[in-house]
């Protein structure tokens, strides 16, 4: 059963009825105890780090995924909720993220080349750095949907897959059972539904 943290950030409706879709069993919620109980988490996010980063210290949700991801409980960031695992950002001023995986958030901008576009909306194929559970169901060159300003970095060691985006941006990464998607599998069509439906087969511990 998949769990979908729910702490006033993200799109809940879609990526739900995504895995509903791919008939996965889902609940959304933002207490903690029930989080202990589901076999892997999903931590979506939209908006801006600072406020997300507090909801979830507010809420205690961000020390509860810290102990459920220690423990080897596999968990999934998307979008912001992939930049939150991180160590910091540097979305106008400096902000502390979960510290799961070694690196920072910055923008995108210091990198792609005068004249595209910031954000990066839209579709945009993915380069496999190296093999990742959650791209099992997944080819070269694939296509996935973006939107975003910022993304990882310093964390090369982590990076399971890049897009071109005038430059190299990171697409994905992972650090044992965690795992983050800078794109939006929720939207990315038949392909995204396979990365979900991939991470929903990890066992805690296994990754």
């Known amino acids: 059963m998949v769990g979908i943290v729910d702490y006033g950030v993200g799109n809940l409706f879609s990526l739900r009825s995504s895995l509903l879709a791919i008939g996965q069993d889902v609940f959304v919620t933002g207490d903690g105890k029930k989080l202990g109980k589901a076999d892997q988490i999903i931590l979506p996010g939209v908006g801006a780090f600072e406020?997300?980063?507090?909801?979830?210290?507010?809420?205690?949700?961000?020390?509860?995924?810290?102990?459920?991801?220690?423990?080897?409980?596999?968990?999934?960031?998307?979008?912001?909720?992939?930049?939150?695992?991180?160590e910091k950002s540097y979305e106008y001023g400096v902000h502390k993220g979960l510290g799961l995986i070694e690196g920072c958030v910055v923008p995108i901008a210091d990198f792609v080349p005068s004249g595209f576009k910031i954000p990066q909306i839209g579709w945009n194929s993915l380069s496999f750095s190296k093999p990742s559970p959650i791209f099992k169901n997944a080819k070269e060159g694939d296509f996935v949907y973006f939107v975003h300003s910022y993304q990882a970095f310093e964390c090369e060691k982590y990076v399971t897959a890049t897009t071109d985006y005038g430059a190299p941006i990171t697409a994905a990464v992972q650090k044992g059972n965690v795992f983050g998607c800078q794109f939006h599998p929720e939207k990315s069509g038949t392909v995204g539904l396979g990365i979900l439906s991939a991470f929903a087969e990890l066992k805690e511990g296994l990754c």
Request: aromatic letters at 2%; glycine letters at 12%.
């Open 51 to 86: 406020d997300a980063a507090a909801k979830l210290r507010s809420t205690g949700l961000d020390e509860v995924l810290c102990r459920l991801a220690e423990k080897g409980k596999p968990l999934m960031g998307i979008c912001l909720g992939m930049q939150l695992l991180f």
